[in-house]
């Protein structure tokens, strides 16, 4: 497999906005550190699905990372985070 070095972003705003959009009230204010700490969150949470989708492939003597490889380590990682 190639391995790439690729750096995985997520916008402050469009993660602000996600977030915003789950509050019941109009009043409730997010913070500028808790929207960088969940962007941080779903960085590692990406690069460890990435990574475990990818051991998983290899596992099964796979050279492509494919769904099925994704969805067979998602209950893990739900539960690990």
């Known amino acids: 497999m190639a ?3 690729v750096e995985i972003s997520f916008k ?10 789950f ?3 109009d009043k409730t204010k ?3 550190d808790a929207t960088l ?3 941080e969150m779903l960085k590692v949470f990406v ?3 990435a990574v475990r989708s990818q051991k998983q492939a290899e596992s099964e003597d796979c050279d492509q ?3 099925e490889h994704f969805e067979k380590i998602l209950p893990q990682l739900l539960l690990d985070f």
Do not use: C, P, R, Y
């Not at 402050?12 to 959009?21: F, G, I, N």
């Open 65 to 67: 990372v494919d769904i």
């Open 37 to 39: 700490l969940m962007v």
């Open 3 to 5: 391995e790439k070095d």
């Open 30 to 32: 997010l913070s500028g």
């Open 23 to 25: 509050f019941k009230e």
């Open 12 to 21: 402050k705003d469009t993660v602000s906005k996600l977030l915003s959009s």
């Open 47 to 49: 690069q460890e699905a």
